[in-house]
């Protein structure tokens, strides 16, 4: 078992930055792919992006790539997600994702959310016009 915890969301103009945090803890000596998921109001969950185990493969959604990046430090436990250019319809939940692997599966990428097994309780991002 796996314990995510989000941070650093928060309020921001359009055109603005945020970094967000995940931190993990429990059964971290298990290896885990990771991703982060946002749900805005009204709509479903929807994948913003991937990375392997060992961070070689990262992937993002179209809607945000070129202006988010994913990435991790496994000696620190912690997943982020730098957000740049930032617009309104990027306002939603955010949600950090972990899914256990074995090592073979070490450079490999999850987008769906059915495939991860644990989340966090989400954080905020709202970006206002």
């Known amino acids: 078992q796996v314990q995510l915890v989000e941070s650093g969301g928060g309020l921001v103009q359009a055109g603005g930055s945020l970094r967000l945090s995940c931190a993990a803890s429990g059964r971290t000596s298990s290896s885990y792919a990771m991703g982060w998921f946002r749900q805005a109001p009204g709509k479903e969950r929807e994948f913003v992006a991937a990375?392997?185990?060992?961070?070689?493969?990262?992937y993002h959604a179209d809607s945000v790539k070129g202006r988010f990046t994913i990435s991790r430090d496994n000696a620190k436990n912690t997943l982020y997600l730098q957000m740049s250019s930032l617009k309104p319809e990027d306002t939603a939940v955010y949600y950090c994702?972990?899914?256990?692997?074995?090592?073979?599966?070490?450079?490999?990428?999850?987008?769906?959310?059915?495939?991860?097994?644990?989340w966090g309780q989400g954080t905020q991002v709202t970006v206002s016009s």
């Open positions: 990375i392997s185990w060992n961070g070689a493969n990262t």
């Open positions: 994702a972990a899914h256990r692997i074995s090592m073979l599966q070490r450079t490999s990428l999850y987008y769906s959310d059915y495939d991860y097994d644990y």
